[in-house]
């Protein structure tokens, strides 16, 4: 039996499945739940029975706490007399929006965690008690990771901590998908849709607008669907960052602890390749066997030069 996998699930599906069918879910409703072909989800679970532990790749436990983690915002309530007006002053603002729900996940953990607002607390726009739960989450991160998850997520989130008067968030590092898929690859759309699709992965089914609204007057039908899709989007964002991983140009590091390990994914299979000049210095550069990322050793390869080019 081949000890590589060599389906089409992505990491991101592989956890989830692993996770739903030790759970007790059986392979066709975990491949429904996943919307994903049942044949391939049969084939990953078929070729995970047949490997042997030893055969997984050697990744490190320590290092930063990494949360994927993403929220849905309910919009604002407003009057208006045009419908093709450009700007809403904050007079014509009926209620302000307010965080509907949020999923998240430890990397590469299969467990996802969420929170929805009660039909109530919907009603009312109240998401003390949610953003309180996501606060405590967030708190125990040193890295997070999304899409638009700087100027989105943990914006929005920080937002609902002060109004909220609930206790500050420590300095978390971000790793943004939509910032990094713009900076590194100019792909014609940077939005997690169009994303998904281009990669092959499972791209989260859309709720609607009426659903949006009815869960937004607290329909308790509607706030499911919304649960389930935020859950979707969680997974969603971890798949789309383990595929973009490799190409990323600048990523900060993942692994804690000394010794000679890929800073990313903690892997020991390092194979040197080349230098690495700066300005001035010259490090070892290697690969990663298991993530493909490239790494440069902290110290200096060879002497300074004494000049540096101008
Ligand atoms: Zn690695």
Redesign the pocket.
Known sequence: MSSMYRGKLSTGQQVLVKSLVAKGMSVRAAAKYMNAPYGQVRGYIEWLNSTTPQETPEVAADGPRVLIFDIEYGAMELFGWDPSVDYIGHYMVNRLGYILAWSAKWYREPEIFSGIVTSVESEDRDDKRIVEDLAKLLRTADIVIGHNVVKHDLKKTRGRILLHGLETLPPIRAIDTLTVARRDFGFDYNGMEPLLKLAGLNVPKKIGMDNWIKAMQGDSVALGLLNKYSIEDAQASEDLFEWMKPYVQRLIRMVDGPGWK?P????IDLVKRGEQKTQVSTFQRSQ?S????YSRTKSLKTTRLELQPL
């Open positions: 890929c990313i994914c903690g892997s990663c298991n993530c493909e990322r």
